[in-house]
C-alpha cells in the first residue's frame, strides 16, 4: 500500500522560500503515475498547486506558476516543491498525493497526513 | 481556467439519503473525483470517474453525472459520514486541475 510523507520546515519567513520534500513508500514513483502537491486554508479551501509525471514533465497552477518548481528524485522515490517569495497568503496545510490521470478525469487516490506551513516573521 | 461550484452545507437525517452537487464547465467533458474529509484529517478519495469506489469505500456512496453537474449520494447517511466533501476535476481546457470549494455534510 502506497504511503506518502511531506517534510519540511514548518515556519518559511516572508519573501524567502518554502522547501517541501514528499517520500513515497510501498510505491515505485517510476512505476508511473503523477504526484501532486495540493494546500488547503480555512478562505481558500483545497488549492491544487503542480503536479508532475514520473520523467519530470510538469503542470503547475496557473496562479502560482511564476513562484513554483516541483522536482522528483526517482532514486530517492521522493518529489519536492519549491515555493519562492512567500507571503502570509501562502500559509496553508500542504499536502502530496499520488494522482491518477485517465482519460475521463484524474484523481488524487492516496494523500499523505499534510504538514502545516507559516509564513511568518 | 474552470471553476466548480458546490453549496457551503447541506444536513441530513440519520439513515436518510443526501446528494452533493458540483456544477462547472468542466464537468460536461471529464467525470469529477469525490473526496471526503473530516476534521484534522488529509482528503480522502470516495468516487471516481462518476461512479467508481476505491476499495474500502462503503456502497451506501455513488455518483453520478448530467450536463454541468456531478453528484455525489450518500444512501442511508451516518454518523461517520459527517464530513467536508470536495469535488476535483481537470479544467476543460487546460491540463490544470481545480476543486470545488467544498460541502459540510451534517447527520442529524
Known amino acids: 500500500q502506497v504511503q506518502l510523507q511531506e517534510s519540511g520546515p514548518g515556519l518559511v519567513k516572508p519573501s524567502e522560500t518554502l522547501s517541501l520534500t514528499c517520500s513515497v513508500s510501498?510505491?515505485?514513483?517510476?512505476?508511473?503515475?503523477?504526484w501532486g502537491w495540493i494546500r488547503q486554508t480555512p478562505a481558500k479551501g483545497l488549492e491544487w498547486i503542480a503536479s508532475?509525471?514520473?520523467?519530470?514533465?510538469?503542470n503547475y497552477n496557473p496562479s502560482l506558476k511564476s513562484r513554483v518548481t516541483m522536482s522528483v528524485d526517482t532514486s530517492k522515490n521522493q518529489f519536492s516543491l519549491k515555493l519562492t517569495s512567500v507571503t502570509a497568503e501562502d500559509t496553508a496545510v500542504y499536502y502530496c498525493?499520488?494522482?491518477?490521470?485517465?482519460?475521463?478525469?484524474?484523481?488524487?487516490?492516496?494523500w499523505g497526513q499534510g504538514t502545516l506551513v507559516t509564513v511568518s516573521s | 481556467s474552470s471553476e466548480l461550484t458546490q453549496d457551503p452545507a447541506v444536513s441530513v437525517a440519520l439513515g436518510q439519503t443526501v446528494r452533493i452537487t458540483c456544477q462547472g464547465d468542466?464537468?460536461?467533458?471529464?467525470?469529477p473525483s469525490w473526496y471526503q474529509q473530516k476534521p484534522g484529517q488529509a482528503p480522502v478519495l470516495v468516487i471516481y470517474?462518476?461512479?467508481n469506489r476505491p476499495s474500502g469505500i462503503p456502497d451506501r456512496f455513488s455518483g453520478s453525472r448530467s450536463g454541468n453537474t456531478a453528484s455525489l449520494t450518500i444512501t442511508g447517511a451516518q454518523a461517520a459520514d459527517e464530513a467536508d466533501y470536495y469535488c476535483?476535476?481537470?479544467?476543460?481546457?487546460?491540463?490544470?486541475?481545480?476543486f470545488g470549494g467544498g460541502t459540510k455534510v451534517t447527520v442529524l
Open positions: 468542466s464537468v460536461r467533458s471529464f467525470s
Open positions: 470517474g462518476e461512479n
Open positions: 508532475i509525471y514520473y520523467t519530470g514533465n510538469t
Open positions: 476535483g476535476s481537470r479544467d476543460r481546457s487546460d491540463n490544470h486541475r481545480v
Open positions: 510501498g510505491y515505485s514513483i517510476s512505476s508511473g503515475h503523477y
Open positions: 498525493a499520488r494522482e491518477r490521470v485517465l482519460s475521463y478525469g484524474y484523481n488524487f487516490d492516496s
